[in-house]
């Protein structure tokens, strides 16, 4: 039998949005909030010079400064006062997952429910405050030498600029807290969205000027847009993919009544890393590359050649964006993801996998089984993320949206979808239970 939740899922209809009040309010003050984001991204840091600031940034566009202005929304490309974006608080907030796998007082802060996740969020905010003011004032010290960018050069450019910066990223922090609480969807995750999307229709107008001007053929376009909708279609069915292991649980006696036994599923998610492994790969790639671009080809002979087959589209590039993608798959799977903790819960609530013994066996199974989908989880990641990169090295596309951004442009879009659907489900819900009441009294 089709349960009531399965038919109203079934037939979930958008028309109802204008019904559903507050989810109508909580959609506005997104929009709004994101409006505002966007805004911030075209106000100027003080003390520097637009114009020769584009012709650096240009110049640099290839390295980690053109994956970090994708990011925010070109927000470096103008360098606003919001260039640092949310990443400080993405790189703290790993930074603590992190510590909480290694520090048995993190560990224990973890496992004490809501008062521990608020304890944790504490010290990422502060976490993110200290690597906001590190990363500020690298990027004035960068500016300074970065030829005529700086119209008054000193400490005091220094210091404002960090504060600036550093205000800009705790107000963005702030502002995706009050999205997540207020809005709909994860505040963080969309403005990081709204940064990327929001550089794409001048994306497309270049690639149709490139058109136009006979440097692109009008069948490569096509192409290019045919497979961008491919890889967005595989994307969607790879995180939507997922291995459900049955979950058993005994009969059970409560007073004179016998209830049967019932049955459930832990569901393992195909791609339980996320969007980590592209993102870690690509700054780790990158960063030789901006390094050696700053210092204007100085330096030992050595570091010259890494750099330069760690150019996009290298052998060695691909290689090893390959190997750390993989490698960072397992790695941040084995830390948002604990078998023996999943074991001992199942165990200590009656539950168990058919034919598997609980506790040491429960939790060895279900590790084989996480290793397994792990390596699929990571071969989708490569293949996501180097089809891009071959299309831009070997047939000249300028393909805007790489691996990592279709990545988070589509996951995000799923979530918040998903999301709206559950408001109007429960939207939904009410209605039937105010119709309830209403027939019952009736009946009275």
């Known amino acids: 039998m089709v349960s009531a939740a399965e038919q109203l899922a079934a037939n979930l209809n958008f028309g109802q949005l204008a019904k559903a009040d507050e989810l109508k309010k909580r959609i506005w003050f997104t929009l709004g909030a994101l409006l505002v984001y966007r805004l911030g991204t075209y106000i100027p840091l003080p003390g520097i010079d637009p114009n020769i600031w584009e012709q650096v940034f240009r110049s640099q566009s290839g390295g980690i400064l053109g994956m970090f202005n994708m990011f925010a929304g070109g927000g470096i490309h103008r360098m606003a006062i919001f260039a640092l974006n949310i990443m400080p608080y993405i790189s703290a907030s790993i930074i603590v997952q992190l510590l909480t796998t290694v520090s048995p007082q993190l560990e224990a802060l973890k496992k004490e429910g809501e008062a521990g996740r608020k304890t944790l969020n504490q010290y990422t905010r502060y976490l993110t405050v200290i690597l906001a003011l590190f990363q500020s004032y690298g990027i004035a010290i960068g500016l300074e030498g970065a030829g005529n960018v700086v119209s008054d050069p000193g400490m005091f450019f220094r210091i404002s600029t960090a504060i600036t910066l550093t205000g800009g990223t705790m107000f963005l922090m702030w502002l995706g807290e009050q999205i997540t609480s207020r809005g709909i969807g994860n505040g963080?995750?969309?403005?990081?969205?709204?940064?990327?999307?929001?550089?794409?229709?001048?994306?497309?107008?270049?690639?149709?000027?490139?058109?136009?001007?006979?440097?692109?053929?009008?069948?490569?376009?096509?192409?290019?847009?045919?497979?961008?909708?491919?890889?967005?279609?595989?994307?969607?069915?790879?995180?939507?993919?997922?291995?459900?292991?049955?979950?058993?649980?005994?009969?059970?006696?409560?007073?004179?009544?016998?209830?049967?036994?019932?049955?459930?599923?832990?569901?393992?998610?195909?791609?339980?890393?996320?969007?980590?492994?592209?993102?870690?790969?690509?700054?780790?790639?990158?960063?030789?590359?901006?390094?050696?671009?700053?210092?204007?080809?100085?330096?030992?002979?050595?570091?010259?050649?890494?750099?330069?087959?760690?150019?996009?589209?290298?052998?060695?590039?691909?290689?090893?964006?390959?190997?750390?993608?993989?490698?960072?798959?397992?790695?941040?799977?084995?830390?948002?993801f604990n078998p023996t903790e999943t074991a001992d819960n199942l165990k200590k609530h009656g539950g168990f996998i058919p034919g598997i013994r609980p506790g040491e066996r429960t939790a060895e199974y279900i590790d084989y089984v996480l290793s397994r989908i792990t390596v699929l989880g990571a071969v989708y990641l490569a293949i996501v993320?180097?089809?891009?990169?071959?299309?831009?090295?070997?047939?000249?596309?300028?393909?805007?949206?790489?691996?990592?951004?279709?990545?988070?442009?589509?996951?995000?879009?799923?979530?918040?979808?998903?999301?709206?659907?559950?408001?109007?489900?429960?939207?939904?819900?009410?209605?039937?239970i105010r119709k309830s009441k209403l027939r019952g009294g009736r009946r009275r």
């Not at 490698?327 to 941040?332: D, E, G, K, M």
């Open 188 to 336: 963080i995750s969309l403005i990081i969205l709204s940064g990327i999307v929001a550089e794409l229709p001048s994306a497309l107008a270049n690639m149709l000027e490139l058109g136009r001007q006979g440097a692109m053929s009008t069948g490569l376009i096509l192409i290019v847009i045919v497979m961008a909708v491919a890889v967005i279609a595989f994307i969607v069915f790879m995180e939507r993919a997922q291995r459900r292991l049955l979950i058993q649980y005994p009969k059970r006696q409560v007073g004179n009544k016998m209830f049967e036994g019932q049955s459930s599923h832990l569901p393992l998610k195909l791609n339980t890393s996320g969007v980590i492994p592209p993102i870690f790969a690509s700054s780790l790639l990158l960063l030789p590359t901006t390094v050696a671009n700053f210092n204007a080809g100085k330096g030992p002979e050595w570091f010259q050649w890494i750099t330069t087959q760690l150019s996009h589209g290298r052998p060695l590039f691909l290689f090893m964006y390959l190997a750390l993608i993989v490698f960072f798959a397992f790695f941040y799977t084995a830390i948002v």
């Open 385 to 432: 993320c180097l089809i891009p990169e071959i299309l831009i090295s070997y047939a000249s596309v300028p393909f805007y949206f790489g691996g990592t951004s279709l990545l988070i442009v589509v996951s995000v879009t799923m979530d918040t979808v998903s999301q709206v659907q559950g408001y109007l489900l429960a939207h939904q819900y009410e209605g039937l």
